[in-house]
């Protein structure tokens, strides 16, 4: 098999991937990226940038994802939905409800992050197959099978 053989049946392999992942998710979330290119790196941290391992442009519709070291693609790709989800879906009130619930949970220092990536950690990790611990609380699992869907 040739590299550019390889290639091509890797990015294959990574859209049915995607597919499967999102087919877990409600409808009304999945919607918001259906349209979405994706584009996969195969570095740890996205080019030009050593602290990133996603980014989402809802503006060109597209998703880029690295191979972090430290978690996996689905995570990368279900935190990165999480973004257009904080933005489109939770309500001020939503938000407060999230930042009161972020507040009280016992979590190490070195793990907090502002309340938005701390919601698209939640998020992925309710969705995906095997979330990282430290973001795997049943208070946040809750809250997002509450989100409206």
């Not at 391992?53 to 503006?59: F, Q, T």
């Not at 978690?71 to 904080?86: K, Q, T």
């Not at 879906?89 to 972020?102: A, D, G, P, S, Y």
Request: with cysteine; aromatic share 12%.
């Amino acid at each position: 098999m040739s590299f550019k053989q390889y290639l091509k049946d890797s990015e294959e392999s990574y859209k049915e991937e995607i597919k499967e992942t999102l087919k877990k998710l409600p409808k009304r979330h999945s919607n918001l990226i259906k349209d979405f290119k994706y584009e996969f790196l195969g570095s740890n941290t996205l080019k030009n940038d050593n602290e990133h391992v996603g980014l989402i442009d809802p503006k060109n519709k597209k998703i880029i994802i690295a191979a972090p070291f430290h978690y996996g693609r689905s995570h990368v790709l279900l935190h990165e939905l999480g973004h257009i989800i904080w933005s489109k879906i939770l309500t001020n009130e939503l938000r407060k409800q999230w930042k009161k619930i972020v507040k009280s949970t016992k979590m190490e220092s070195s793990d907090r992050q502002n309340a938005e990536e701390l919601f698209c950690h939640a998020y992925s990790a309710h969705y995906e197959k095997n979330p990282p611990s430290k973001f795997d609380y049943p208070e946040w699992h809750k809250f997002i099978e509450s989100l409206p869907s």
